[in-house]
T-cell receptor, first 112, second 114 residues
């Protein structure tokens, strides 16, 4: 069945780069997403990448996709304390009404 | 100008009660969803509606009943609440047409059953 795996924790120092990794199993996934959840808050869409792309950059965020290995990563440059949150990787088939399959989330802790 | 809104944000209630959570989106989307986030932060789909028609109905107890009075609203009614229903419930919406079916989430409803 479909499965999305992420490491559970990442700790970095302010100003460093953070790299959060994700692996997925569903070959039919069309889009892959990164969401951010701050404590007590909802899910904020950070970025997404189409499955035929290798890379997408959006300001401090860089998404890399290795479709052959089904590996997705999110790099946050110049990590700030405000980036501390849970980051969820999700895959979807881009059909209306179908579910996103989420990983269990990576808790990013940024120390000053 | 909130895109996806949910009420209430917090809900504390006794076992056995019946409660409803409301969701509204002002994005003009055709598709709406309910997800459940458990205590370990795991998110799983419960239901989805496209143009007011039920698309996904995962294996949730039939005490949970979604209702979509129109495309902008998807409410969740829960009968005979149990301790295990305590969770955060997220509503989401997506375009439901051509293009990227990005799902936009509401702020969540934190349900605590005592």
């Amino acid at each position: 069945g479909e499965d999305v795996e992420q490491s559970l924790f990442l700790s970095v120092r302010e100003g460093d780069s953070s790299v959060i990794n994700c692996t997925y199993t569903d070959s039919s996934s069309t889009y892959l997403y990164w969401y951010k959840q701050e404590p007590g808050a909802g899910l904020q869409l950070l970025t997404y990448i189409f499955s035929n792309m290798d890379m997408k950059q959006d300001q401090r965020l860089t998404v890399l996709l290795n479709k052959k290995d089904k590996h997705l990563s999110l790099r946050i440059a110049d990590t700030q304390t405000g980036d501390s949150a849970i980051y969820f990787c999700a895959e979807g088939t881009n059909q209306a009404g179908t579910a996103l399959i989420f990983g269990k989330g990576t808790t990013l802790s940024v120390s000053s | 100008d909130t895109a996806v809104s949910q009420t209430p944000k917090y809900l504390v209630t006794q076992m056995g009660n019946d409660k409803s959570i409301k969701c509204e989106q002002n994005l003009g989307h055709d598709t709406m969803y309910w997800y459940k986030q458990d205590s370990k932060k795991f998110l799983k789909i419960m239901f989805s509606y496209n143009n007011k028609e039920l698309i996904i109905n995962e294996t949730v107890p039939n005490r949970f009943s979604p209702k979509s009075p129109d495309k902008a609203h998807l409410n969740l009614h829960i009968n005979s609440l149990e301790l295990g229903d305590s969770a955060v419930y997220f509503c989401a919406s997506s375009r439901g047409g051509a293009g990227v079916e990005t799902q936009y989430f509401g702020p969540g409803t934190r349900l605590l059953v005592l």
